[in-house]
């Protein structure tokens, strides 16, 4: 258990649905980041967190959103979906931004 | 914008060959991280270089940062099953906070 705790593990919905993601940091950790990871591919980073306020985005789809709560969880929303988002979504989180990043075991969408 | 090539993309070795990865950044990076993924698991983390020109080891891994802080390795001595997975390199972190990552090495073991 890495402390990032994340659900559900495994989500498979329709075309045109809408899911989220949850996100537990690690407990002290202010900072959160997403990434996607398609089949064997790298990690693409979405969007980051930092004590409740949107710090940065990457490669975010308009589909998708992310907030941060007071008590530092996080969810990711992605809708309309499509087959192309079917991928690993991980969340990761750091006490210090930018350095040692400590990710949860990942949410596996399968869009059908 | 600020990249990290790494490269190969596949490594398939004997169990007990050595194997090696490289990161070369397109810029000077503040410090570089690694991260092993097992298959079907998640990233994580290994270790942080700062330093330049800053080897540290772990058992049979040996980390290295470049003397201009713009390239990095992970070399892994007579490999065994339990090494099998995709080593990323991140590099950073930019203004943002953000580490840019490589694409990682993916370390197979021929059976």
């Known amino acids: 258990d890495s402390g990032v705790t994340q659900t559900p593990k495994h989500l498979i919905t329709a075309t045109g649905q809408r899911v989220t993601l949850r996100c537990s940091p690690r407990?002290?950790?202010?900072?959160v980041y997403w990434y996607q990871q398609s089949l064997d591919q790298g990690l693409q980073f979405l969007i980051q967190y930092y004590n409740g306020e949107e710090r940065a985005k990457g490669n975010i789809l308009e589909r998708f959103s992310a907030q941060q709560f007071p008590d530092l969880h996080s969810e990711l929303n992605l809708s309309s979906l499509e087959l192309g988002d079917s991928a690993l979504y991980f969340c990761?989180?750091?006490?210090?931004?930018?350095?040692?990043?400590?990710f949860g075991s990942g949410t596996r969408l399968t869009v059908v | 914008g600020q990249q990290v090539m790494q490269i190969p993309q596949y490594q398939h070795v004997q169990e007990g060959e050595d194997f090696t990865t490289y990161c070369n950044s397109s810029t000077t990076l503040s410090n570089i991280q690694w991260y092993k993924q097992r298959p079907g698991g998640h990233p994580v983390f290994l270790i942080q270089l700062v330093k330049s020109g800053e080897v540290k080891k772990q058992k049979r891994l040996t980390f290295q940062f470049g003397e201009a802080k713009k390239n990095s390795s992970l070399h892994i001595t007579a490999t065994q099953t339990t090494d099998v997975g995709t080593y990323f390199c991140?590099?950073?972190?930019?203004?943002?906070?953000?580490?840019?990552w490589g694409a990682g090495t993916k370390l197979i073991i021929k059976p």
């Open positions: 407990s002290g950790d202010l900072s």
């Open positions: 990761a989180s750091s006490v210090v931004r930018g350095y040692g990043y400590t």
């Open positions: 991140a590099g950073g972190p930019d203004s943002n906070y953000q580490l840019i």
